[in-house]
């Protein structure tokens, strides 16, 4: 009957059994370690957002490693842990390609692992800048998915390289191919590549932003998206309207969103008969009206046209806010005291006259 000492040794698969246990043994350990310690960065997180402590930076964004590390990840680093403790011998040939195939897992893995983390790094320093640069939350929000995208292709794209290169592929008669394809296939979508370059500039040079009420062309509506190929719209009638980067970037664009102040101008007629007086009287008491109302700066009151239906004045003020719904909300009570600061004055505005339609007579038959 064997004893411990002699199973312990006892050959299997190129190895004793006992370095088949010892390799079990950190295979176990790394692989609970490392599930271990993604569970500690959890619990940590959850206690300081819960507390409401500020969670530090370093922490902050290891923590966030650590969530995008995936679990296969962490089975593919247990198990070549484990292999490290074993010796699989190149002279057979099962073993060579054991040996291999693991190797190529390993590097795939690792590859694919490296490109979440950049990915993950990448995503978080955007979030960080959106957060500490105030005001301009809308305009990285639009522009964070079109670099995300880019950025990520060509994170993917040298991973994916650098693990052919690791297996021992050689990469430059590949990139060369890779060229000679590109163009072929550049050409054959050149019309997405151009909303493609089209989103970037966009991204970069920030015309808009998301929440800005544009006019293109015969369009005018609110961004609602700006995506890799498309923005989309919302149209001041309630439809989406998705127009292509490329269409966009090409046509002249009114950015309402970026006013600071919305101008007023119209014109108030008043009949021949009026007074000289109170002519004279109707520009200052428009000015004190258009001045005690909120966020209104006046500019001008003047009478401008005598036609001959009406003598005419242009009033002409700001409203100091963007926003359509204040605009017309001071544009409200403006021109209700309008009207009855008017009214005290006895001013009376004219009337249209209606012209009466021509009553035509019956023709006569020339027969009769």
């Not at 005598?306 to 009033?315: G, H, I, K, P």
Request: proline share 4%.
């Amino acid at each position: 009957m064997l004893n411990l000492d002699q199973i312990w040794k006892q050959g299997l698969l190129w190895n004793s059994v006992g370095d088949w246990a010892v390799a079990l043994v950190v295979f176990l350990a790394v692989l609970i370690g490392l599930f271990a310690i993604r569970r500690i960065f959890r619990a940590r997180r959850r206690k300081w957002s819960e507390s409401g402590q500020s969670v530090p930076l370093a922490f902050d964004l290891t923590s966030q490693l650590v969530e995008k590390t995936s679990r296969l990840f962490i089975w593919s680093v247990a198990l070549y842990c484990a292999i490290e403790q074993l010796t699989l011998p190149d002279s057979n040939h099962i073993a060579h390609r054991i040996n291999h195939g693991v190797d190529i897992v390993i590097t795939l893995v690792f590859w694919y692992q490296a490109a979440r983390w950049a990915t993950a790094t990448l995503r978080y320093a955007m979030g960080q800048r959106r957060r500490s640069v105030l005001g301009q939350e809308a305009a990285l929000a639009g522009s964070m998915e079109i670099i995300l995208f880019v950025a990520g292709a060509v994170i993917w794209a040298l991973a994916l390289l650098l693990a052919l290169d690791n297996m021992g592929v050689a990469i430059r008669p590949l990139l060369a191919g890779l060229g000679i394809g590109g163009i072929a296939v550049a050409l054959a979508v050149q019309a997405v590549l151009g909303d493609l370059l089209a989103s970037m500039s966009i991204a970069m040079d920030k015309p808009f932003v998301i929440g800005d009420l544009l006019s293109v062309d015969t369009l005018t509506g609110t961004v609602e998206y700006i995506g890799v190929k498309s923005t989309r719209i919302r149209s001041i009638t309630g439809e989406q309207i998705v127009v292509a980067n490329s269409d966009i970037t090409k046509s002249r664009i009114r950015n309402f969103g970026r006013m600071s102040e919305r101008r007023v101008s119209f014109e108030i007629p008043v009949i021949h008969d009026t007074p000289v007086a109170t002519l004279r009287a109707i520009p200052a008491v428009l000015r004190s009206v258009i001045e005690a109302a909120p966020r209104a700066r006046f500019v001008r009151c003047n009478l401008l046209n005598l036609t001959e239906t009406a003598l005419r004045y242009e009033v002409v003020y700001f409203v100091r806010a963007p926003e359509l719904a204040v605009y017309v909300e001071v544009q409200h009570g403006i021109m209700i005291a309008m009207m009855e600061k008017l009214r005290e004055l006895r001013v009376q505005f004219p009337t249209p006259t209606q012209v009466p339609m021509p009553v035509l007579a019956p023709t006569q038959n020339p027969r009769n």
